[in-house]
């Protein structure tokens, strides 16, 4: 989150991306992801967070749903469209 900070100061209304939500590469396990702790805190600060992993979308989902700051994507280029920031979380 620091290293975040350091480059966007402000994260509200932020479009923010991200690949990976899973804890394991190339399956839909979300336990313990770091993805988890990482979005709950950009979603504190307000940020508009655009997810993708065409794995463990779904089951991410059930933690976080799409709503106003919250919005997945099935494309992970299109994801990137405006963002100020691409965050990777995979190994």
Same mark, same amino acid.
């Given at each position: 989150?620091?290293?975040?900070?350091?480059? *966007?100061?402000?994260?509200?209304?932020?479009? !923010?991306? !991200?690949?990976?939500?899973?804890?394991? &590469?190339?399956?839909?396990? !979300?336990?313990? +992801?770091?993805a988890i702790y990482i979005v709950r805190k950009l979603d504190e600060t307000?940020?508009? %967070?655009?997810?993708?992993? &065409?794995?463990?979308?779904?089951?991410?989902k059930l933690s976080f749903p799409e709503e106003v700051n919250i919005k997945?994507?099935?494309?992970?280029?299109? +994801? *990137?469209?405006? +963002?100020?920031? %691409? %965050? !990777?979380?995979?190994?």
């Open positions: 989150m620091e290293k975040i900070e350091d480059v *966007l100061w402000i994260n509200k209304d932020k479009p !923010i991306t !991200i690949w990976g939500l899973a804890f394991k &590469p190339d399956t839909d396990d !979300i336990r313990e +992801s770091p307000g940020a508009n %967070l655009r997810l993708y992993d &065409p794995k463990a979308m779904n089951n991410f997945y994507f099935k494309n992970k280029y299109e +994801s *990137l469209k405006d +963002s100020d920031a %691409l %965050l !990777i979380v995979t190994d």
